[in-house]
């Protein structure tokens, strides 16, 4: 158990659906990372938040998008879905920013219908 | 852009042998080198990383190998057992926090 949560485990929708998903970062970690995994595209970075802040962007789509609250969770909201969305969400967090370790969630599997 | 290439894509080994897993990279600024193992239905688990300023990094029956010169980095896995059954992927990462990863390699330990 590497201590980051995600929620939900599975969720299935219809395009042009929107969504959200949920991470709690391991106690003590600031930084929270989304990727993406998909059998075509493979494990992609989507986007960091360190502290609130969003700090490092990827090849997210500008249907998806991504907070911090206080507290350090974070979610990742998609939009008009597509069947192209269909792929496992992770979300991992650090300490902090850099060549930090990251520690992978268990994920979010989305089938987008 | 950062590119990580890994091979072989699957590899099946006897329970007992060696596996090894090659990656290499393109981006002189990396720095720090992860290897995650994937089991089905779970996220990728951190098994060993090594910066770069270290050649090699063993534990137990692990080790990674950097070659900063030729960029590549190697994972070893020793007397393997079935448990080692899984999805491997290096990864690599520079200045930014976010890693690149690899393609990753199908690992099949066979009795």
């Known amino acids: 158990d590497s201590g980051v949560t995600q929620t939900p485990k599975h969720l299935i929708t219809a395009t042009g659906q929107r969504v959200t998903l949920r991470c709690s970062p391991r106690?003590?970690?600031?930084?929270v990372y989304w990727y993406q995994q998909s059998l075509d595209q493979g494990l992609q970075f989507l986007i960091q938040?360190?502290?609130?802040?969003?700090?490092a962007k990827g090849n997210i789509l500008e249907r998806f998008s991504a907070q911090q609250f206080p507290d350090l969770h974070s979610e990742l909201n998609l939009s008009s879905l597509e069947l192209g969305d269909s792929a496992l969400y992770f979300c991992?967090?650090?300490?902090?920013?850099?060549?930090?370790?990251?520690?992978f969630g268990p994920g979010t599997r989305l089938l987008v219908l | 852009g950062e590119n990580v290439e890994q091979h072989p894509s699957t590899l099946s080994v006897q329970e007992g042998d060696s596996a090894v897993i090659k990656c290499t990279y393109s981006?002189?600024?990396?720095?720090?080198f992860p290897w995650y193992k994937q089991e089905l239905g779970k996220g990728p688990q951190l098994i060993i990383d090594?910066?770069?300023?270290?050649g090699e990094k063993k534990d137990q029956r692990i080790a990674v190998t950097l070659n900063k010169t030729a960029k590549h980095f190697s994972l070893h896995i020793t007397e393997t057992q079935p448990e080692d059954s899984a999805v491997y992927f290096c990864?690599?990462?520079?200045?930014?926090?976010?890693?690149?990863f690899g393609t990753g390699t199908r690992l099949q330990v066979t009795l």
């Open positions: 981006d002189s600024a990396s720095n720090y």
């Open positions: 938040y360190y502290n609130g802040e969003e700090r």
């Open positions: 990864a690599e990462t520079g200045t930014a926090s976010k890693l690149t």
């Open positions: 106690s003590g970690d600031l930084s």
């Open positions: 090594i910066r770069s300023n270290v």
């Open positions: 991992a967090s650090s300490v902090g920013v850099g060549q930090e370790t990251q520690y």
